[in-house]
């Protein structure tokens, strides 16, 4: 299967048709004053070029379905009109380069008008978009969503905004966010009208009840790196929708246990948790052109060659380096993604028997002592031979209770989407607490799961889905019930001949394809170690979804 195959059909999977259905389109306005352009614009230009590569490339639902870009100096400039993100890499991709061959030497002085005037002017070129350039088309969101990046004080330009815009139609403005770059760079003191202070003196005599809008307003701070910024642009990509709760979790309710004797009339309500649903990462299976191993370890057939020409004799096995340890406790889980795939020693009967045996005790070693440490191994896919640029995927290795290693994908940079959960560090009301442990304490409690007690119906889904494909089913079981068919007559189609031809080979024993079989090798026998913990399978074998259980 071919990669963008497998990252189409993995797209319908991972994305719900109702998932991202309230994108608002985005506009973005950069603040090119300088001289604080001089010292934002290559990590600015560097940050949108790659969010804008990762959005445009994605597959499944639009999560930036509009974008237009604004730059304002001693003058406001539309550098990129309403447009489509996604497959739209190449417009994007020259208006970026056009922000960043924008001046970087002078000194002009800041003229805020001009960034309410920008603002503005998305919302009527946002008007104008779906009155003439797209009639008809049902967008998602019936407001926009503008962005102000800055290296002014943040507060200051919020302020003068909210003065400027406060008299103005609002309408299909959803949110107001001012981004301040911090620039850490002293400026010479023989500029006194650069200085910001002086700039938005009366922006900050303004009184905190002023400062009002119509639609939401928000202002961040973020320092001046290119993972800083992405984590910005990247926050366009989380599912806007907040009309409902995603989840809703119930717990049994408190204080009584369900038994024949209780009427439901009586029976006390459940309590309910309702939750939002926020993704850690971007999945890889979104992407087109995955590596072979992984962007994703859902199945083995992830680790077949695309191409069925290719012998196995033939075929390079894929090569992992080691390159750290990890402590068990400082790795988050939330950082793994997909399926993890089972790993254990190679029984190739073409390796000689001296040296499996060397490499089952090295392997024994080695699950042996990272399990003693409590450590993970961070390991890295070398490319192939010939592959020119690839992309690098990571892994990380767990010493399992069998003698086995489960593979598990883990996050990278350009993958990574904010997630700033505040941690709270009191305990919760004595209430809540109580109705929360009263309700937990009516569950049934397992020292160890087996998964062999779950069943999701899975079986009937398949044989309902199969019957109802097949339309003759009903045909031949008519034929059945009414006259038996002659089985010594050939089918529709076939002749005699082909008949004859047909027995002929089923009665010729086939040629032995493989090489000879090698004798039997005695059971390899390892030292003890100290002894397992007990299994979470049933069956105690060889079968690898078993110990994947496990």
């Known amino acids: 299967m071919s990669g963008r195959n497998r990252s189409c059909a993995s797209a319908s999977q991972v994305c719900c048709a109702s998932s991202f259905a309230r994108q608002p389109p985005r506009v973005l306005i950069v603040?090119?004053?300088?001289?604080?352009?001089?010292?934002?614009?290559?990590?600015?230009?560097?940050?949108?070029?790659?969010?804008?590569?990762?959005?445009?490339?994605?597959?499944?639902?639009?999560?930036?379905?509009?974008?237009?870009?604004?730059?304002?100096?001693?003058?406001?400039?539309?550098?990129?009109?309403?447009?489509?993100?996604?497959?739209?890499?190449?417009?994007?991709?020259?208006?970026?380069?056009?922000?960043?061959?924008?001046?970087?030497?002078?000194?002009?002085?800041?003229?805020?008008?001009?960034?309410?005037?920008?603002?503005?002017?998305?919302?009527h070129q946002y008007k104008h978009y779906i009155r003439h350039v797209a009639p008809g088309n049902n967008l998602s969101s019936g407001s926009v969503e503008v962005t102000v990046l800055s290296s002014q004080p943040g507060r200051a330009v919020?302020?003068?905004?909210?003065?400027?815009?406060?008299?103005?139609?609002?309408?299909?403005?959803?949110?107001?966010v001012v981004v301040h770059i911090?620039?850490?760079r002293n400026f010479p003191e023989t500029e006194p009208a650069l200085s910001p202070e002086q700039c938005f003196a009366e922006g900050l005599d303004q009184p905190e009840e002023d400062m009002m809008l119509g639609a939401e307003i928000d202002l961040q701070q973020v320092e001046n790196s290119v993972v800083a910024m992405e984590n910005v642009l990247k926050a366009w990509l989380h599912d806007q929708a907040g009309e409902k709760e995603h989840l809703q979790l119930f717990l049994p309710a408190p204080g009584q246990t369900p038994g024949p004797s209780t009427t439901?009339?009586?029976?006390?309500?459940?309590?309910?948790?309702?939750?939002?649903?926020?993704?850690?990462?971007?999945?890889?299976?979104?992407?087109p052109g995955t590596?072979?191993?992984?962007?994703?370890?859902?199945?083995?057939?992830?680790?077949?060659?695309?191409?069925?020409?290719?012998?196995?004799?033939?075929s390079v096995p894929q090569r992992l380096q080691v390159i750290k340890a990890l402590q068990a406790e400082g790795l988050c889980q939330s950082v793994l993604y997909g399926l993890p795939l089972l790993i254990r020693p190679t029984t190739c009967w073409q390796i000689d028997w001296d040296e499996m045996e060397s490499n089952q005790q090295t392997f024994h070693a080695l699950c042996h002592t990272i399990r003693t440490r409590d450590w993970f191994l961070l390991v890295r896919s070398e490319p192939q031979f010939g592959s020119g640029c690839s992309v690098a995927s990571y892994y990380?290795?767990?010493?399992?209770?069998?003698?086995?290693?489960?593979?598990?994908?883990?996050?990278?940079?350009?993958?990574?989407?904010?997630?700033?959960?505040?941690?709270?560090?009191?305990?919760?009301?004595?209430?809540?607490?109580?109705?929360v442990e009263s309700c937990l304490d009516q569950l049934e409690e397992d020292p160890v799961f087996n998964p062999l007690c779950l069943g999701s119906n899975l079986y009937l889904h398949l044989r309902m889905r199969g019957l109802l494909s097949r339309p003759y089913g009903s045909r031949s079981q008519s034929q059945g019930r009414g006259q038996r068919r002659d089985t010594h007559h050939p089918p529709e189609g076939s002749t005699s001949r082909q008949l004859q031809k047909r027995r002929a080979r089923a009665t010729v024993a086939p040629l032995p394809s493989g090489p000879p079989a090698k004798p039997a090798r005695p059971p390899l026998t390892l030292s003890r170690s100290r002894p397992r913990p007990p299994s979470l399978c049933?069956?105690?074998?060889d079968n690898d979804e078993e110990e994947m259980a496990c």
């Open 31 to 123: 603040d090119v004053s300088l001289p604080w352009w001089s010292e934002t614009y290559s990590v600015l230009c560097e940050a949108l070029e790659n969010f804008l590569s990762l959005a445009s490339s994605l597959e499944g639902p639009s999560r930036v379905p509009l974008l237009s870009l604004y730059a304002v100096n001693v003058q406001q400039e539309c550098l990129l009109p309403f447009v489509q993100v996604k497959g739209n890499l190449m417009r994007l991709h020259s208006c970026v380069e056009e922000l960043r061959s924008l001046p970087v030497e002078g000194c002009t002085r800041p003229r805020v008008e001009l960034l309410k005037q920008a603002v503005l002017d998305s919302l």
């Open 158 to 176: 919020l302020r003068q905004l909210e003065q400027g815009l406060k008299d103005s139609d609002l309408v299909s403005l959803r949110r107001l």
């Open 182 to 184: 911090t620039v850490e």
């Open 264 to 287: 439901p009339a009586h029976r006390p309500s459940p309590v309910c948790i309702k939750c939002d649903l926020q993704e850690r990462l971007v999945s890889p299976a979104l992407l």
């Open 291 to 314: 590596p072979d191993l992984g962007a994703k370890t859902e199945s083995v057939r992830d680790f077949q060659p695309h191409s069925k020409s290719v012998s196995n004799q033939s």
């Open 396 to 435: 990380i290795l767990q010493a399992s209770g069998s003698l086995s290693l489960l593979l598990k994908p883990v996050l990278t940079r350009e993958l990574m989407l904010p997630c700033n959960l505040p941690v709270s560090n009191e305990d919760p009301p004595l209430n809540a607490l109580t109705v």
């Open 538 to 541: 049933l069956i105690d074998g």
